[in-house]
Structures are given as C-alpha cells and as structure tokens.
Nanobody, 123 residues
C-alpha cells in the first residue's frame, strides 16, 4: 500500500511562489511514476507534471511549463512542486499521485492519491 500526504498549500498573491510537497510512505516503486494533478473550481481534475521515481524523466503540462518544476528527493521519499509566477487561474486543489510503472498524464492510470492541498492565488 502507498500513502501520500500533500502539504504546502495556502494563499498567495499573483506573481508569488509556493512549494508543494508530497510525503510518500509504505512501498515505493523503483520504476514508478509520480505526478501532480489539480482540480480548479468547477472543472475536472487535470494533469500538471510527472516524474519517474528513478532517473531523470519528467514533463510538465503546457499550462505550467516554465513556471512550475516537479522534483523528488528519494532520500526523504518526497515529491515536490515548485510553483512560480502564480496566476489566479492556478487556484485549485493540488493532488499527488503515484503509479507502479512509467510516467503518465492520464488520471485513471494512477493507482494512489493523496487528499489534496488547496492553493489559492489572489488577484
């Protein structure tokens, strides 16, 4: 079983920065993928970024590319999302997700999910 807990959300002004973290406990998957998704008010959950648990493979959605960076700290079993130049449209609940193998930007391909952390960007 994999247990994911997000932290770091909060209220920030437009143009500000936040770091989200996801602590992973239980088993980890050496060939697995980790990702961040978000659900904005009134919208479906959408892909933000993904990274392999081992190796350097990662990618970001076009919406956040150049502003957000996904990273991991294997020694601490932590997934991070550094967010800069935040916009009001980044306001959402951000979720950490994990799957046993490979990267994916498809929600249904992730087996494990955290409870989410709220990010609110004021204009």
């Amino acid at each position: 079983q994999v247990h994911l807990v997000e932290s770091g959300g909060g209220l920030v002004q437009t143009g500000g920065s936040l770091r989200l973290s996801c602590t992973v406990s239980g088993r980890t998957f050496s060939n697995g993928g980790m990702a961040w998704f978000r659900r904005a008010p009134g919208k479906e959950r959408s892909f933000v970024a993904a990274i392999r648990w081992r190796g350097g493979n990662m990618y970001h959605s076009d919406t956040v590319k150049g502003r957000f960076t996904i990273s991991r700290d294997n020694s601490k079993n932590t997934l991070n999302l550094d967010m800069h130049a935040l916009k009001p449209e980044d306001t959402a609940v951000y979720y950490c997700a994990a799957r046993p193998r490979y990267l994916s930007d498809v929600i249904n391909e992730y087996n494990y999910w955290g409870q989410g952390t709220q990010v609110t960007v004021s204009s």
